[in-house]
């Protein structure tokens, strides 16, 4: 499926009290974006960097403490009103931020950096390409383009009894998506398997973090009781049902 950019503005938006509390796995992967980062480019300190898909401001805080040094952070979403969670979230350093609210694929970038960073975001876009490109024209020569997102086995069990899912690529294929423009430092994937009491908290999750945005269709009771048969039948442990993601992650320097 092709995503629906204000069907994600609107899930993630409403998904907002909740995401940190259910987000055990974007939590996961920004830890080892920024791990990854300092093994591939133990040397980096960037003075001004851009991050995508900031959403409620979990990867900004690591961030923040992982650069010191950092004197400009420019963060950007879809939604707005997540510029006041990220304030909320780095307290006096909010003067240090500049929030950018729109598309990262048409919005007009205001400056160059020295690191452009994005975690768990951009699995959503719909030329990502096109987007390292434009990227790779804003960043400072000897800058570094680090980001994670998710590849074809995510949420597998989803798209097993649905039909539903983006259309992921597979590590191969985003290793040469970004290769056509950068230098690749380090790539690597996972995948990160969350356990559940039962379906229903599987629906439940998804809806907490944001991440039912391919579909707007709403289920009937016989419909949801069919899809706990399944997903029970097909994929519980004795202990409960998991869920798969699969985090990829690209390190790179742009070909000058």
Not at 64 to 81: G, K, Q
Not at 187 to 192: M, W
Request: with cysteine; hydrophobic share 45%; proline share 4%.
């Amino acid at each position: 499926m092709i995503p629906d950019k204000k069907l994600i503005k609107l899930r993630f938006k409403q998904a907002a009290a909740t995401y940190e509390q259910q987000a055990k796995v974007q939590h996961l992967v920004a830890d080892r974006l920024l791990a990854l980062l300092g093994t591939a480019a133990p040397d980096a300190a960037p003075a001004s960097m851009l991050e995508i898909g900031c959403c409620t401001g979990l990867l900004t805080e690591k961030i923040m403490a992982r650069f010191p040094s950092l004197s400009h952070l420019t963060v950007s979403d879809l939604e707005p009103s997540f510029a006041q969670c990220v304030e909320r979230k780095v307290g006096n350093l909010a003067d240090n931020i500049t929030f950018l609210a729109g598309d990262i694929e048409s919005v007009d970038l205001p400056a160059h950096y020295d690191l452009i960073i994005s975690s768990s975001t951009l699995h959503w876009v719909h030329d990502l390409p096109g987007l390292c490109r434009k990227l790779h024209a804003h960043l400072n020569v000897g800058g570094i383009l680090a980001f994670s997102l998710y590849g074809v086995d995510n949420l597998r069990e989803i798209r097993a009894l649905t039909g539903m899912g983006l259309q992921y690529r597979n590590f191969e294929q985003l290793q040469a998506v970004v290769a056509d423009t950068f230098n690749i430092l380090a790539a690597e994937e996972t995948q990160e398997t969350l356990c559940f009491s039962d379906p229903l908290s599987v629906l439940q999750h998804l809806r907490a973090t944001g991440v039912n945005s391919i579909g707007q269709q709403i289920w009937t009771r016989k419909q949801v009781n069919a899809f706990i048969a399944e997903y029970t039948n097909r994929f519980a442990d004795g202990q409960g049902v998991c869920l798969t993601y699969h985090p990829m992650f690209i390190i790179a320097r742009p070909r000058h």
